[in-house]
């Protein structure tokens, strides 16, 4: 594994993505593989194409989307965690798929907040179960855009009446117990909208009950998609 670290964890992640949290993720997919979502997503990225690509990956864990997509082709993939908890499971996977080569693990950087020193742009740039769990999503997004060559591919929870009470809930329990950490369900319009702002169009959107995922490709050069109205 090729790593490196960042200013520093940030605490609102690290105590809740936390190292039992690490292990229970690493655990399930050693015996069950990708999640229905994750496959989706995968499916989704070898559509665009993966051989000899570089895939970022913002917030991907302990690295089980990375580890399938170079098994499918990817040439390199670049992980940033703003919580340091997955790091050790993370070097397990990686070492037993004989990939740790190929992956560089980023501790500490802020994408939203990044440069181009920071980060380097790769092919495409994913983010799963991550926009929720961040608060300027237009930040974000517009920086995975600015990071992507290609496309950027990212999920995020249907936005309704269920799901917002669900992370109201979950918020003023954190706020009771003292964390800082707080969930989010942003507008859909709004997250796509932050994208052709940044000269994506939208490939493809796929909904399902829990999570939506989303497919924005790089536009040519002088050509930009009109608002959706």
Known sequence: MSGCCGPAPDGRYSEIFDERF?????????????????????????GLGLHGRSVLEVGGGVGELQLELLARGAAETVNLELSDAYEQ?????????????????????????ASDADVARADYVLLHRVICCYPDFAGLLGAAADHARSAVVFSHPAR??????????????????????????????AMLGVLRAHGLALRTYERSKRWHIAVAVREPAGVRTAPAG
């Open 160 to 189: 309704n009446l269920f799901t917002r009470a669900v992370v109201a809930m979950s918020n003023a329990r954190m706020a009771i117990v003292g964390h800082d950490y707080r969930g989010f369900v942003h507008s859909p319009e």
């Open 22 to 46: 690490a292990s229970s993720i690493a655990r399930r997919y050693r015996r069950r593989g990708l999640t229905a979502p994750e496959g989706r997503i995968i499916e989704a990225l070898s």
């Open 89 to 113: 499971q993370a070097d397990e996977l990686m070492r037993a798929s004989g990939v740790d080569g190929r992956v560089t693990r980023i501790v500490g950087v802020d994408l939203a907040a």
